[in-house]
Nanobody
C-alpha cells in the first residue's frame, strides 16, 4: 500500500522559514515526478512546486518562485520543500503527491494519484 507522510509544518512568523518533508513507503518513487500542493481555508487546492524523477528539473508557482526550493533524495524516498521568506498568504495545508499520469500539465491535480495527509503551515504577520 502506497503511503506518503508529510512533516515539518508549524507556526512561523512572517519572514521566517520552514522545511517540509514527505516520505513515501510501499513502493519506490524514484521514477516518478513529485509535487507539492497547498490548500488554504475556503480555497481550492493549488499547485506549489514539482520536481522530476532525477531532480533535474523543478517547477514553481509564480507566487512562490524565488522563495521556495523543492528537492528530493531518492535513496530516502523523500521529497523536500524549503520555504523561505514566508508570508501570511502562504498559510495553508501542504500536501505532497506522486505524479503517475503524464497526459497534461504538472500543475494539474489530476496528474497525481497518491497524496499525503497534509501538514499545516501557519504564517503569522
Amino acid at each position: 500500500q502506497v503511503q506518503l507522510v508529510e512533516s515539518g509544518g508549524g507556526l512561523v512568523q512572517a519572514g521566517g522559514s520552514l522545511r517540509l518533508s514527505c516520505t513515501g513507503s510501499g513502493r519506490t518513487f524514484s521514477t516518478n515526478s513529485m509535487g507539492w500542493f497547498r490548500q488554504a481555508p475556503g480555497k481550492e487546492r493549488e499547485f506549489v512546486s514539482a520536481i522530476t524523477s532525477n531532480g533535474g528539473s523543478t517547477y514553481y508557482a509564480d507566487s512562490v518562485k524565488g522563495r521556495f526550493t523543492i528537492s528530493r533524495d531518492n535513496a530516502k524516498n523523500t521529497v523536500y520543500l524549503q520555504m523561505n521568506s514566508l508570508k501570511s498568504e502562504d498559510t495553508a495545508v501542504y500536501y505532497c503527491a506522486i505524479r503517475t499520469y503524464y497526459s497534461g500539465s504538472y500543475v494539474l491535480r489530476s496528474q497525481y494519484a497518491y497524496w499525503g495527509q497534509g501538514t499545516q503551515v501557519t504564517v503569522s504577520s
